[in-house]
């Protein structure tokens, strides 16, 4: 798929080259606006909403000259980028505001790359954020899992620890940002008492490292009966771990599974290419069939359609990226554990698979990310080969909308799960313990057997919109296109 893309992204920049009049002009843009000139360029070419911002339109400016007048109007790259998004979260921020929520500009594509790829300076407690109350100001933390081998793995933080505090300043959304982000801090802990948060002063002090993050957290096969239930927990659609994934697809095959619990509870998304194969390892008897079908911009998609239609599909496949087979399960019904922040290429798993087989989703409704984006570098085709050596800044803009196979792609608001379950921050319970409440759920529902727990009333807080840089990039789901290299 990746070859395949190559071709007709090249195609398309050398196109609309000759479609953009004067205003492609390069050899006119001064200098100090020449980001500037590469955010507008890109965002006319690619950005899914480009029919919907008038700076945005083929015809807006009449030549390079009007142009380079509009970008000087805006010193900062970043306000300019801000500016040309279709209601951006950043000017839109009150709940159902903004349109687009998730595009991103970054000063050096080096970061962005790493992030993209599951590799970024950590310390190994990955968590959540939520509001306390109603006012949503002060701010609470809940670590969801711990990384073998980082910092807070060595120190011994644990899954479901609560912090309320970091080097003893109380988080609050004005301040979580800039206290999270230093490279050592102190984490300030907390009891969870029936929804109430009460500083025990506990800490520990976590130092960040440069950390590749394999995705495949867990894998356990549970036996009940004659049930053999494979359980995986998959926590990012990183393409440079698909060996990875297809081994641990393998084992569970190799073990006789008969059913799975794929938890994605914690997965923000990915690389589409990469969703695509992990619904093929779950199935594999639909090999060639559409998983999903994309929507780029008006111009695009016709481009698209004119030149070859099925360069909007996503097929399911019986290889990786790497030309490695599939070991696929062949299931025709599959429990997959969510909460709402099981994003984008999640999602998508979950959509793509719907119409094939019987998905039975357990936990919280999700994020609802139903766009991908691409990357675009400073150069005359928008690939990192050719790209400035004047600056680093390369854009993540949101390029597609993606539906299932009978065109479904209306989740905005999230996908709905078939059996709620909250995770209860008083008993997160322990990964692949099939006592842990969601994987026991998901074990009663397959078994019929054994007592449901009585749904005692959980306390629901409001998770904070995240809208750091890395936390939007580690929502994307994007089309690992490449581009032309």
């Known amino acids: 798929m990746k070859k395949h893309y190559s071709k007709i992204i090249a195609l398309i920049a050398i196109t609309l080259l000759f479609l953009g009049c004067e205003t492609q002009d390069d050899n006119k843009v001064p200098a100090d606006i020449g980001i500037n ?38 010193p900062e790259p970043q306000t300019l980028f801000q500016q040309l998004l279709n209601r951006p979260v950043s000017l839109f921020p009150n709940p159902g505001e903004a349109t687009d929520r998730f595009s991103v500009i970054y000063s050096d594509y080096r970061q962005l790359e790493a992030i993209l790829s599951g ?18 100001t002060s701010v609470f933390g809940v670590v969801r899992y711990v990384l073998p081998n980082s910092d807070a793995a060595l120190k011994n933080v644990q899954r479901g620890a609560i912090f309320y505090a970091i080097d003893g300043q109380p988080l609050t959304k004005e301040n979580y940002n800039s206290l999270l982000s230093n490279d050592t801090y102190t984490m300030n802990f907390a009891d969870y008492n029936n929804g109430n948060i009460s ?22 096969v549970i036996n009940s009966g ?26 569970l095959r190799a073990q006789g599974i008969t059913e799975l619990v794929l938890d994605l509870r914690y997965n923000s998304g990915g690389s589409v290419a990469t969703a695509t194969r992990l619904a093929s390892m779950i199935t594999g008897q639909f090999t060639n069939q559409v998983f999903a079908k994309e929507q780029w911009n008006d111009k695009l998609q016709d481009y698209f359609n004119t030149i070859s239609p099925t360069s909007l599909l996503n097929l399911f496949t019986n290889t990786i990226g790497n030309g490695e087979a599939i070991s696929s399960l062949n299931l025709s ?29 357990i936990g919280d409704v999700t994020a609802g990310k139903n766009v991908g984006s691409i990357t675009l570098y400073d150069s005359p085709s928008f690939t990192k080969t050719g790209s400035s050596t004047k600056h680093r800044y390369a854009m993540q803009p949101i390029v597609l909308r993606i539906a299932n196979k009978v065109g479904f792609s209306d989740y905005v608001n999230g996908l709905q799960p078939n059996i709620e379950l909250l995770e209860d921050f008083g008993n997160m319970g322990i990964i692949g313990n099939p006592d842990e409440p969601l994987l026991n759920r998901a074990i009663i529902a397959i078994t019929g057997s054994g007592r449901i727990p009585p749904q005692k009333r959980i306390r629901k807080f409001e998770p904070m919109s995240e809208n750091t840089l890395m936390t939007q990039l580690k929502s994307e789901m ?8």
């Open 119 to 136: 590799t970024v300076k950590n310390n190994g407690a990955d968590f959540a954020l939520f509001y306390k109350d109603a006012s949503q």
């Open 478 to 485: 994007y089309v690992d296109v490449k581009l032309q290299e």
């Open 199 to 220: 500083p025990n002063g506990q800490s520990v002090s976590l130092t960040k490292s440069v950390i590749s993050e394999n995705p495949v957290y867990f894998t356990s």
């Open 37 to 74: 000139n590469f955010i507008w360029k890109g965002l006319n070419q690619y950005y899914f909403w480009q029919q919907d911002v008038a700076n945005l339109a083929d015809d807006r400016f009449a030549n390079q000259i009007e142009l380079n007048s509009f970008l000087y109007r805006y």
């Open 226 to 251: 004659p049930h053999r239930i494979g359980y995986l927990m998959y926590n990012g659609f990183y393409p440079d771990y698909e060996s990875q994934l297809n081994a641990a697809f393998s084992n």
């Open 333 to 361: 019904k599959v429990y997959i554990l969510t909460t709402k922040r099981s994003a984008s290429a999640s999602e998508l798993v979950i959509n793509g698979l719907k119409p094939y087989i019987n998905v039975v989703q």
